[in-house]
């Protein structure tokens, strides 16, 4: 089977569009998998993912019991990675953790893609006053620090876990329909989009049909690499207490709440700081060997 | 040009009121309780200006701003632009430090890893760089404070200064480490080189990483160019073609960069300020955050924004005046 899909996948003289997409595909996936860095990110990526998933079949406890008696635990048979302040299993938080923060990236993305697409294809498209009026807002918007303009975003709104993902999501578009607008200003004029226009094609149907398809690849390559970016804001929300809060077992919320112990029992907020700096370590190894791949001529 | 950057500017500041208005607490019953009677309430929303229409507001809010008032704060009682004056310096004072820095670190990792490109040092230096882009500044600091200050005893704990010193150093300038060497008092200025220690290398290495990558890009371009090649061929040691030739064709390129990586710093001091204690307008801004205190926090993020703005446009003028090929 294997064998069989890599000589269909890498047929010099492919007969079909099928088959020569698929062949890109495998050569890009090769191209990956020749790239260390890029494996271990994307190893470690699955796992995450599989963490978050089946968090409560592998948890060993419940992560909201507290058992006062044994707080603030060394890592021991019982307890993998110890208990926190309230007696509470850090492995089983850990693993609970991981859903809100893939929660949280997954919202994240889901709001601020389409918005980036939408207002860069856009202003690419129709260009003059438009183009000028949005690009002017998107400026607006790149013109703070992320961190800052999200923190006042969720004072203006209320602490919490839906307050952070829409203060990240809006300090989160500019640069995606910075990348959509330049898409669409490289494929606005081509004959293709002409033929279009000439069978009568509403400028909305070839905007969102035939120009928005054509820049969705880059705009997932510039994703993966923004995810740990993503992931860094959240969890710095948690810990200066304006993104999801206590009992939540969010990474940063919970280094937060241990940050105290810091010098007597330190595996208790640094365990939860492991833990986000092997995931978003991974996503950036990810992502800067995706652009490796998909761009030869970048590096 | 500048109209663009005059009308960024304005967006900036229609954003920041609109973020300073839409709180969830009513800044009328804040300042007069819940208790307050009906008439009271209607007085103080009058008072306030907080009675009249949005735009109207904003007008009011645009005078102000240009008065240099941007309210009082709640928290300090004091006016947020006083307030702005007093912890501004220590945050220029840890990004410019950190600046320097990684520049320093930086340019010199970026330009061995593009001579040595896909080498095991390249590797080295690269993995070096996107753990800079991975690991949250908080966590670094803890780090640090547990290594250094817990464990070792041989870095100071948070704070800008050793307690004996409160008071002792009259400001000049606002920056203890100049102030200190004003004074005259080596051992102050011993003592705040050492707390800055700390929060300077660990925001450094953040804009190190950023450095060190794009100097890595722009060289291995430089190094293929024709002139290069035509350098080498005249003999010209290998050093020299690197640093006389190639490097001052990047170096305009490179300035864009810093710019861009001083802005970045300002976001990392928030974060490293919070646990190091550093009286800076992070910590100012995230303690008014805490407090529900909306006029500090519209202040500093304005402020923030429009040294963003500032630094960009900066970039884009010695872009202009030290590449002859822009026109």
Request: hydrophobic fraction near 55%.
């Amino acid at each position: 089977m294997n064998a069989a899909f890599r000589t269909w996948a890498l047929s010099e003289a492919p007969s079909s569009r099928r088959q020569a997409a698929w062949g890109n595909r495998y050569r890009a996936w090769l191209n990956l998998k020749g790239n260390p860095l890029g494996m271990i990110g994307l190893t470690i990526i699955s796992i995450f993912i599989l963490m978050a998933i089946f968090a409560p079949l592998l948890a060993t406890h419940d992560p909201a019991t507290q058992e006062l008696a044994n707080r603030l635990a060394a890592p021991n048979a019982a307890h993998w990675f110890g208990t926190d302040e309230l007696g509470r299993d850090v492995f089983s938080r850990i693993l609970y953790g991981a859903r809100v923060t893939l929660g949280m990236v997954i919202a994240v993305v889901v709001l601020v893609a389409p918005i980036g697409l939408a207002v860069g294809c856009i202003a690419g498209y129709f260009g003059g006053i438009v183009d000028t009026a949005l690009m002017r807002i998107t400026d607006i918007f790149l013109a703070f620090p992320r961190l800052v303009l999200a923190l006042a975003f969720v004072a203006a709104l209320k602490p919490g876990i839906e307050s952070a993902v829409l203060a990240i999501a809006l300090t989160a578009w500019p640069p995606y329909a910075r990348l959509a607008r330049a898409e669409t200003l490289t494929v606005r004029n081509s004959d293709f989009i002409a033929a279009y226009r000439l069978t009568g094609a509403s400028s909305w149907r070839i905007i969102f049909r035939h120009i928005a398809p054509l820049c969705t690849p880059s705009l997932i390559v510039r994703v993966t690499l923004d995810m740990s970016s993503i992931i860094i804001t959240a969890a710095s929300l948690g810990f200066l207490g304006m993104g999801a809060q206590p009992p939540s077992p969010e990474w940063g919320a919970m280094i937060a709440t241990a940050k105290r112990f810091i010098f007597e029992q330190w595996w208790v907020p640094m365990i939860p700081a492991i833990a986000i700096l092997l995931v978003s370590l991974a996503f950036n190894f990810l992502g800067d060997a995706l652009r490796d791949v998909l761009d030869p001529k970048g590096n | 040009m500048l109209s663009s950057v005059i009308l960024t500017l304005f967006g900036l500041t229609v954003l920041t009121f609109l973020i300073g208005r839409v709180m969830p607490v009513d800044p009328v019953i804040a300042a007069v309780g819940d208790n307050a009677p009906e008439d009271v309430i209607i007085r103080a929303r009058a008072e306030m200006g907080l009675d009249q229409p949005l735009p109207i507001q904003f007008l009011h809010y645009l005078n102000q701003l240009a008065h240099g008032d941007f309210g009082m704060s709640v928290l300090t009682k004091n006016p947020v632009a006083t307030d702005i004056a007093r912890f501004f310096p220590a945050t220029f004072e840890l990004a410019t430090a950190a600046l320097l820095l990684s520049i320093v670190i930086g340019i010199p990792l970026g330009v061995w890893a593009a001579v040595r490109q896909g080498s095991i040092t390249d590797q080295a230096i690269r993995v070096l760089c996107l753990a800079g882009h991975s690991v949250p500044v908080f966590m670094l600091s803890m780090i640090s404070l547990l290594i250094f200050y817990s464990a070792l005893g041989i870095a100071p704990g948070p704070g800008r200064q050793d307690i004996i010193y409160d008071g002792m150093i009259e400001p000049v300038t606002g920056l203890l480490s100049i102030d200190t060497l004003i004074a005259g008092d080596l051992d102050a200025f011993w003592d705040a080189l050492t707390h800055m220690a700390q929060p300077v290398i660990i925001l450094a290495y953040f804009s190190m990483a950023y450095i060190a990558r794009m100097t890595r890009a722009f060289m291995i371009d430089a190094l293929k160019g024709e002139y290069v090649i035509t350098a080498r061929a005249k003999g010209l040691t290998g050093l020299k073609v690197v640093w006389s030739h190639a490097f001052p064709t990047v170096a305009v390129q490179l300035i864009t960069v810093i710019a861009l990586t001083y802005a970045g710093l300002l976001e990392g001091a928030v974060v490293t300020e919070t646990v190091f204690a550093w009286p800076g307008i992070g910590q100012y801004l995230t303690t008014s955050l805490m407090n529900a205190d909306m006029n500090p926090v519209v202040g500093s993020t304005l402020l923030i924004g429009f040294i963003y703005v500032g630094l960009n446009l900066l970039a884009d003028i010695l872009y202009r005046l030290l590449d002859p090929r822009v026109q």
